[in-house]
């Protein structure tokens, strides 16, 4: 072989390894983390641009995770392994004490459910809004503009105001 051919071999190489074979994870500039000491994010997870985290309590992202532009999450939030959420989807675990009258809501406290979980391989589309104590099983299909207020089955697909089950990812599996 010739040195140019060789020299062209090589950059094509460079090129493959940098289009192709290079799946790393990030976190953008523009994504804000608040209470980093909460934060546990896999170093194969990817943080999108304008991304915000609130972790007043724990917020642990899985592997190979994606949390795409202007996801916003607030509380104690566990997201696993796998999971695509979509742009401008809210989590948040937590609730203003609007019970109490002594006070305004706005210095009355905070109330929790518990944590939002998302168990791996889920897809939550753009828009979306995840409510406080919700798990979300493993391989769910959210649909976009969804208002998540309870658990939602595993494999299940689901969308609405609130959120309802509409199939199954089951339903779809081949036939032997």
């Not at 991304?51 to 202007?70: D, E």
């Not at 999971?83 to 004490?97: D, E, L, W």
């Not at 406290?109 to 897809?123: A, F, H, L, P, R």
Request: one cysteine or more.
């Amino acid at each position: 072989m010739t040195a140019d051919k060789l020299s062209v071999r090589h950059y094509l190489k460079i090129i493959y390894r940098k289009l192709f074979k290079k799946k790393s994870g990030f976190i953008r500039r523009s994504a804000r983390i608040y209470h980093r000491q909460n934060t546990e994010i896999d170093k194969t997870a990817q943080i999108r641009e304008f991304v915000i985290i609130q972790a007043n309590r724990k917020v642990k992202i899985g592997k190979y995770s994606q949390l795409n532009p202007f996801v916003v999450i607030y509380g104690g939030v566990t997201i696993g392994d796998y999971v695509m959420i979509a742009p401008h989807v809210m989590i948040a675990s937590g609730n203003h004490n609007f019970t109490q009258m002594e006070k305004p809501m706005r210095f009355a406290g905070s109330v929790s459910k518990g944590k939002v979980v998302i168990e791996d391989d889920v897809w939550i589309g753009a828009n979306s809004t995840i409510l406080d104590g919700v798990t979300v099983g493993k391989g769910a299909v959210i649909g976009a503009g969804s208002v998540v207020n309870c658990d939602i089955e595993p494999y299940s697909i689901n969308a609405g105001v609130p959120i309802k089950k509409i199939g199954s990812r089951l339903d779809y599996l081949p036939d032997d």
